[in-house]
């Protein structure tokens, strides 16, 4: 029975605490003082019998001097090389985004295909083959922490690590799977049962809905007394006889308006239309799921659309589009130009005019005035507006969002609740008349997602067995898994003062309190990560990079 560092010498005892997990295990050394000096970082080797674990590469920490009973000794504590992986440069990447209700082909990436990166990063080849691949969880990282990223990311989907000894890869593991703690060599031990009640549904929200459509623009004015917005004929100065015979450009002939209303009516008329309905000039959904009053519910309506995939670095996507039946002047018909102009038709896009959508208010803006000509007079333009939209509950006024519940257990009692970044998204198509053809859905999408939480949340609430062994002589070969969440070994090299070597063991919870939690070991990392004098050396080191730019 034996333990070794380099460069130790008189050794006493080592005690090595195993856990589970991206942050790193301790090894406690204990022996003479000596001034031999000893490496910051060396293999701790472990035997017994026929036995024997190697911890590569670990790092010396801590080194103190003390006083017992019978002699003076010197104590060490090493991390193992998990230390290392928070050097790790930071991560960025994003896989799994959808569009359209698809994943974008060229960003696809399985769980365990993310896994694999990420241990890359960590200077590792683990062995990652417990995790699934056809599950695609979104993930965006912008420069982020490697460690702190890879344990959300397994945690997350039901899996953590387990390092391996010597040249072993470490392993993924499946949290609450695992082996049990064998009874040979016991010398004492407990076990417990945590009974658990599960839910009777998972209630699965996900992200606001949205959804591409058709709406109908009117041509509208603003009341240059009040600053109400209003169809142009209802404005208080619309001429008498309608503005078929007024100029579409300098509006002659309005009366009652000083030179400054006169202008702001100029920019409005003929310049600017809002949404009165969707395309059918109603307020029902075009897929026939219900309705609203008013536009107030679907404001502000968003500049883009989903049905592409043409994504800028900006995040954003292709704006709106315009159609309709407008008068299309000489320089707008190519070459060679037509003579006089002439109406398009209701289904062509509006191109060459330079437009503005104030999604605020539902109002689309152009620079220069957009009509019709019929039988001589000018009226408005007959427009439809292309772009997409999220709409408020008509009862509590929140923005409609999918919702999936699904049975997990028959004898269960009330909700598990899980929200979801994914969304739902519809897109409508019409024909040339702007008429309903079709509309697509990710709904399939949304509900195998929520389909396959169902596993998981289930798994929260199986009553959990747990056990806790001390056993007489070390066993070396007993290590952490899924359900075995720590094991500690005990060396004492025959020290007459504490002779005792053992091996002590638990599953499903963690014995020893002296070691920090995984939940504590985390959150000291990220407290490192925030600390002003870190912060500080961030801010220098940006700083002397804008000076070197």
């Known amino acids: 029975m034996a333990w070794s560092y380099p460069g130790v010498i008189g050794r006493k005892e080592l005690v090595y605490t195993q856990t589970l997990g991206f942050q790193p295990d301790v090894v406690l050394l204990t022996f003479n003082i000596q001034t031999d000096p000893i490496p910051n970082v060396g293999n701790v080797t472990m035997n017994w019998g026929a036995e024997t674990i190697v911890l590569p590469n670990c790092l010396a920490d801590f080194g103190s001097a003390g006083l017992t009973s019978d002699r003076r000794h010197m104590m060490l504590r090493l991390f193992d090389r998990r230390i290392f992986w928070q050097r790790a440069p930071s991560i960025s990447g994003e896989y799994n985004s959808q569009r359209a209700g698809s994943l974008v082909a060229s960003r696809v990436m399985s769980l365990r295909g993310l896994a694999t990166i990420l241990f890359t990063y960590l200077g590792e080849t683990a062995d990652v083959s417990v995790l699934p691949t056809d599950v695609y969880p979104p993930v965006s990282w912008q420069c982020e922490d490697v460690v702190e990223a890879a344990q959300n990311l397994l945690e997350e989907n039901g899996f953590t690590v387990s390092l391996g000894y010597g040249s072993e890869a470490p392993k993924v593991v499946q949290l609450g799977t695992g082996l049990d703690l064998p009874d040979t060599n016991k010398f004492i031990g407990s076990v417990s049962v945590n009974d658990k009640i599960p839910p009777r549904y998972l209630k699965n929200c996900f992200a606001e809905s949205i959804a591409q459509v058709r709406l109908k623009l009117e041509a509208v004015g603003r009341d240059t007394d009040t600053g109400e917005w209003m169809p142009i004929d209802d404005l208080p100065y619309a001429p008498g006889a309608g503005w078929g015979a007024t100029q579409p450009y ?67 996507r292709r704006p709106f589009r315009v159609y309709g039946s407008y008068y299309k002047t000489e320089k707008e018909t190519g070459q060679p130009p037509i003579p006089g102009g002439a109406n398009t038709d209701i289904f062509e896009p509006v191109v060459s005019r330079e437009m503005y959508l104030d999604g605020e208010n539902g109002i689309l803006f152009f620079d220069e005035p957009i009509f019709r000509v019929s039988g001589g007079a000018i009226e408005p333009a007959d427009l439809w507006l292309e772009c997409s939209v999220q709409v408020r509950s008509t009862s509590d006024g929140s923005w409609a969002h999918y919702e999936k519940i699904n049975d997990v257990n028959t004898a269960g009692i009330g909700y598990f609740n899980v929200t979801h970044q994914q969304r739902a998204e519809t897109i409508v198509e019409y024909d040339a008349d702007h008429a309903v053809v079709t509309y697509t859905t990710n709904q399939a999408a949304l509900d195998a997602i929520a389909a396959s939480w169902v596993s998981t949340v289930a798994g929260l609430f199986v009553d959990v067995y747990g056990k806790h062994v001390v056993y007489s002589i070390p066993k070396l070969s007993l290590r952490c898994d899924g359900a075995i969440k720590q094991v500690q070994h005990i060396l004492t090299c025959g020290d007459n003062a504490n002779p005792v070597n053992r091996t002590i063991a638990s599953r499903n919870f963690e014995f020893d309190r002296r070691i920090p939690s995984k939940s504590q070991r985390l959150a000291h990392l990220r407290g490192l990560l925030s600390s002003p004098a870190l912060q500080t050396v961030k801010s220098v080191t940006r700083q002397q990079k804008d000076n070197n730019d």
């Open 250 to 316: 300098s509006l002659p002939g309005l009366s009652g308006l000083t030179d400054e209303q006169q202008q702001e009516a100029n920019g409005y008329v003929r310049r600017a239309y809002r949404v009165m309905g969707f395309a059918d000039e109603t307020w029902n959904f075009p897929d026939g799921s219900g309705s609203i009053p008013d536009l107030s519910y679907m404001l502000p309506l968003q500049n883009r659309l989903i049905d592409t995939e043409d994504i800028r670095p900006d995040t954003s």
